[in-house]
């Protein structure tokens, strides 16, 4: 597959000239997870729902809490955005039974591989390519977990001729990065025109479409919706974009198709698309003060009081989450709401 895939791209770039990191991006990952499951042990990383139980849950009160000040709106509609193996869904959605939130269940997964997990665990489900077929006759309780780092990202590239996009090309052959040739200057916000040579601002039109059309959702149908991924809640510069390959970074031009290629995720300025859309942005917070503020600690407590002889594992699964050093500062949550819905637990209050 890897071969296969570099091979294309050599040969695209021969004929046409350098490609888009953008194209890159979205040729490489849509060959890669269509062919494989990337989640596990055994596999290229390991997302919060598989480390512990507790995550899933806490959405799943989170989500129900909501709901529950909302006012309990018929036709609730659990949605999420490349669930993985279905295991924070089924997590979150017994949880939320509990308090009466039984909402249907709608899968936005491309992958078939994945498709094929999901169905064991969520047999109820009704799957999606993407959010244009999901109802539109009941509020929507949205949750994206990693989804959004793996969305294709445009580079702008500061030159001494200007700002260019930072293009894919050939040295010899292997593929490299290269400046392109159209000017960009326009495209760059004005604050940043005037950064050093060789500053990158980088962006991603894919991660705010899908952004500004769940917060249209939000406005016209009621709901809430989480969105939980590595990123920076401030702007910032320089290039995020990267490749995991069991569980270690790569060079993400090597391995085309075969490797996880992801960038942090830029929430200072979804947050801003969302509420161009009357969405309320309820906040951007670090995901250990999110979990820390659903109570994951006592959680885990209580967990190890019923189950001592895993107290050692619950606390581990705990700390991976929630530890600076982990899991904890990297990773962001940002609430968004309909008008007229409550304030999100987690999230600070102005």
Known sequence: MSGDTLDTFRRLIRNTGPISLAHYMGESNARYYAARDPLG??????????IS???????????????????????PLYVELGPGRGTLARDALRTAARYGLTP????VEASTELRAVQQAALPQAIWHHDLATVPTDGP?????NEFLDAL????????????????????GEALCYVAGQQPFDSAVPDTLRSEPVGTIVETSPAAAAIV?????????????????????????TGSTFQAISAHRKV??????GTADLTAHVDFATLGRIAQSREARWLGTVTQGDWLRALGIETRADNLAHRAPHYAADLAAQRDRLIASDQMGELFKVMGLAAPGWPDGVGFPVD
């Not at 249907?104 to 899968?107: D, F």
């Not at 294709?152 to 040295?171: A, K």
Request: glycine share 12%; proline share 5%.
């Open 41 to 50: 042990a055994a596999g290229d990383f390991v997302t919060a729902p598989e």
């Open 53 to 75: 139980q507790m995550f899933g849950e806490l959405i799943g009160l989170w989500l129900a809490d909501m709901w529950l000040r909302a006012g309990r709106a018929e036709n």
């Open 104 to 107: 249907q269940v709608h899968l």
């Open 140 to 144: 929507v309780l949205l949750v994206a």
């Open 152 to 171: 294709p990202v445009r580079q702008l590239v500061r030159t001494d001729g200007g700002w260019r996009e930072r293009m894919i090309g050939l040295d």
């Open 212 to 236: 500004y059309e769940v917060a249209g959702r939000l406005a016209q149908q009621g709901g809430t919706a989480l969105f939980i991924d590595y990123g920076h809640a401030e702007p910032r």
């Open 251 to 256: 060079d993400p031009l090597a391995m085309p």
